[in-house]
């Protein structure tokens, strides 16, 4: 299996420009999450879907962040506008639920730098 | 609601010894799951571990093991047999009875020396 698939890897932008991070989680898998990693925060679940419903957004930081789930094999997530404090490491996770462990397998990331 | 604690920032080991990493976790949930993932200096996230809390046994892959103590809920990450290729930051997760999500700890940097 091909794994997580995040685009773009890397994205520089403006302060002020909408930003669209992609996710093609692992085939089979039914469960997709979105996490940021920054050095203050740490690793922080910013929503996830379950059979492309969403469930959990409580982690989304403001209204300027969406997520959507069109089908089982894409999602994204959405920053307009984008400010400097947005700047961090964007990783899609998925997972098969249920199952024993519901042990999730992350993306590469995508590196975001807003200037 | 969850939480994970791991307390030691960095640990240093010496190549083809064994390390602990540790993790505590709180939660009242009565059914949970623990995972341990890591992550080199490349960024991705490995997921390396899991342990469930009515698993018995300690789960063990390869050259992992989690050292499970419910009664004083931690879940210990021992690598044994230390090589290079293990300096990374390693995170302690834990899911809760509800849902899937996880729920990560700070992370702890391992260095391996030769």
């Known amino acids: 299996d091909a794994g997580v698939i995040q685009s773009p890897r890397h994205e520089v932008t403006e302060m002020g420009q909408e930003v669209t991070l992609r996710c093609k989680p692992i085939?089979?898998?039914?469960?997709l999450f979105w996490y940021r990693q920054t050095m203050m925060r740490g690793l922080e679940l910013l929503i996830y879907?379950?059979?492309?419903?969403?469930?959990?957004d409580s982690g989304m930081p403001e209204d300027r962040f969406s997520a959507k789930m069109p089908n089982a094999s894409f999602s994204t997530l959405k920053i307009q506008p984008s400010e400097p404090r947005d700047s961090a490491v964007y990783f899609c996770?998925?997972?098969?639920?249920?199952?024993?462990?519901?042990?999730?397998?992350f993306g590469p990331g995508t590196r975001l730098t807003v200037t | 609601a969850q939480k994970i604690t791991q307390t030691q920032p960095g640990m240093f080991v010496q190549e083809k010894e064994a390390v602990t990493l540790d993790c505590t976790y709180d939660?009242?949930?009565?059914?949970?799951?623990l995972f341990w993932y890591k992550q080199p200096s490349s960024g991705e996230m490995i997921f390396l571990i899991y342990?469930?809390?009515?698993?018995?046994q300690n789960a063990t892959e390869g050259r992992y093991s989690l050292n499970f103590q419910k009664a004083r809920k931690s879940a210990n990450l021992v690598i044994s047999a230390s090589q290079l290729g293990d300096s990374a930051m390693y995170f302690c997760?834990?899911?809760?009875?509800?849902?899937?999500?996880?729920?990560f700890g700070a992370g702890t940097i391992l260095r391996v020396k030769s």
């Open positions: 996770a998925s997972s098969f639920a249920p199952g024993s462990a519901y042990e999730q397998y």
């Open positions: 085939s089979g898998h039914n469960s």
């Open positions: 879907f379950n059979n492309n419903v969403p469930i959990d």
């Open positions: 939660t009242s949930d009565q059914s949970y799951g």
């Open positions: 342990q469930g809390s009515y698993d018995e």
């Open positions: 997760a834990m899911r809760g009875s509800y849902g899937n999500k996880l729920v």
